[in-house]
């Protein structure tokens, strides 16, 4: 036998050393985060433009364009399905951020309206809208709703300058 094809005890040892390392790292693979393909393509298929996503438990809120204008849509993630929304899509505002709490009943939205930027609370549940002051006055600009949905950060900008505020919610 040529000392070619003669295996080394070093290189049969170093092979049995890296059987662990191997079984490690294919365990770590098989938990790699994965596309939720169903809910994708339904996304996909819903309108162009999906953009600001807020994720809550079981709810996804998103600003979708459909046709010449954005709407704020609510899906509801264990039925692939959209929830009606009652008296927040209004032709008049245009959405820029929206936020959803974790029972899917309260989204917190940063909308244009009549030259003005102004930050909502819509309540799903009376298909209710309700303006929030900011004070000090400033130009709301992005939105997170706590899980509970008693909890408002809202990034503001105030004479150039961007800051965080936050409000609680009755």
Do not use: K, Y
């Amino acid at each position: 036998m040529s000392r070619f094809c003669r295996p080394d005890w070093r290189s049969r040892s170093a092979a049995l050393m890296l059987l662990p390392v191997c079984a490690l790292l294919g365990g770590c693979m098989a938990d790699q985060p994965r596309p939720l393909d169903g809910i994708n393509r339904q996304l996909e298929a819903s309108g162009s433009g999906n953009r600001a996503p807020s994720l809550s438990g079981r709810w996804l809120a998103l600003i979708t364009s459909r046709g010449n204008r954005e709407v704020i849509d609510l899906v509801d993630l264990e039925s692939g399905r959209p929830v009606p929304m009652a008296g927040l899509n209004r032709p008049d505002a245009e959405p820029l951020a929206v936020s959803v709490d974790g029972s899917g009943r309260r989204l917190a939205l940063i909308r244009q309206r009549d030259g003005r930027t102004e930050l909502v609370l819509h309540r799903l549940d009376v298909g209710a809208s309700e303006p929030i002051a900011i004070t000090p006055a400033g130009v709301p600009e992005q939105v997170a709703l706590s899980a509970d949905g008693r909890i408002l950060a809202v990034q503001v900008s105030r004479e150039g300058h961007s800051q965080i505020d936050l409000i609680t919610l009755p």
